[in-house]
Structure formats: C-alpha cells, structure tokens
C-alpha cells in the first residue's frame, strides 16, 4: 500500500519543492481508477535535490524492480545524474520524476498546479485541465481510459 | 462542489477527442459522482483502502496457485 501521509509529511518537513501527477494527482480530482504509486515532480535546483534526497533517506529508497544487491546510491549526486526514478520505499512505490513527457519539468508544471492541504500537508497537485493536456500530449494509448475518465470528470464538476 | 475542492479548475477548451469520447461512453459516472462529494484527502485515503484491498486479492491469488 502506498501510505501517503507519510511520504507528502517526509517530503514537507524538508521543504521539497514537488507536484503530485499521475494516478494520485487524478484521485484527488474525484478519478476512481486504482492507482499503486505517488508520481511526483521535483524541481531540480541543486538545494531542492538535496531537500528530496534527505527527506526520503530514512524510506530506504531503492530501484523498483532491481534485484538486490545493485550498487544503487540514494544521494544526491544520483540525482543530479539522473532524472526520472522508479523507487520501492519502506512507505511505498514513489515515482520521482525530474520531466514528464507533455507536460517538462517543475518550473514547466508549478504554474499549472494548486495547492492542496492532504494529511495536515500543503502539496502542489497539477490542476485536473493540466493533467488532461499533459496525458493528451503525452499521446500514449495506455492512458486513453485514464483520459477518458478526467474528461468527464471535468464534465461533472461543470454539472455540479 | 465538495469542501476543499474550490481551487480547482474545470475550464477545459480543448477539442473533443473522437477516441477519448469513445472511451468516455465507458466511465462509470456513479462512482465519479460518489467521489466528487469527498475532499480530495478522503479520496486519497479511499484509494488506500482499495489498494489494501487490491493487495489481499494479489495474496489470495498466490496462496491458492501454491495449492
């Protein structure tokens, strides 16, 4: 399970710069789709990197799917190395993306994003218009119901 | 609206879809409905609840293939 009031309450408490996408950004929209991971956008200064890379540590990030035993190191020159991270953690699965295809990286996405209070947290969630251009842009058939459930969603909300 | 929703935005001007719209003729609406009456926390933790759920089944499914 993924227990998201302890991962947006490690990530606050070290102030990370991030916004929720994905599956769990479309949950907090009113999507019903099961979703088994937090998909996050970081902003990648070299301050936030090191904000994210001490705020996840005491998590035991680790590749998803490596087998064990990989010489993989959570700090943050992997970061700065790389960009997008598929992570198993002691509180769950945690995507830690640096770009999302359609929609770029942080400061691309932040204005585009609302502030949510989740769990006593104040988070940055991509608006749901936002999520449905990034998927549309994205143009990938996997999220073709995904979009098709925003979409009308976005209808509903207009109904209410 | 639900509590905590009132930032949200619903301006949506992009063109409809034909695929999208097919797919749309699919979404259960009920459960929009349902969901859009909680704050976007009690959605999050519903969704816990399912993956709970979700995991269970995954175990009930491993337990009988082993026999």
Known sequence: MTDFPAMLQALDEYHVEYIVVGGAAA?????ARLTLDLDIV?????ENITRLVASLAPHQPYLRGAPPGLPFRWDAETVQ?????TLATAVGPLDVLGEITGGGGYDALV??????TLFGVACRC???????VVKRAAGRPKDLEALAELEAIAEERRNL | MARGDSRFDVDISL??????????????RTLIRENLKLTPEQRLRQLMKLQEFAEELQAGGRRTRRG
Do not use: C, M, W
């Open chain 1, 27 to 31: 949950t907090a929209h009113g999507a």
């Open chain 1, 42 to 46: 970081y902003r990648r200064t070299r």
């Open chain 1, 81 to 85: 190395r790389g960009l997008n991270f």
């Open chain 1, 111 to 116: 204005s585009r994003s609302q502030t949510l």
């Open chain 1, 126 to 132: 991509l608006s749901l218009e936002q999520l449905i």
């Open chain 2, 15 to 28: 063109e409809p879809d034909p695929v999208i719209e097919a797919y749309k003729k699919d979404v259960d």
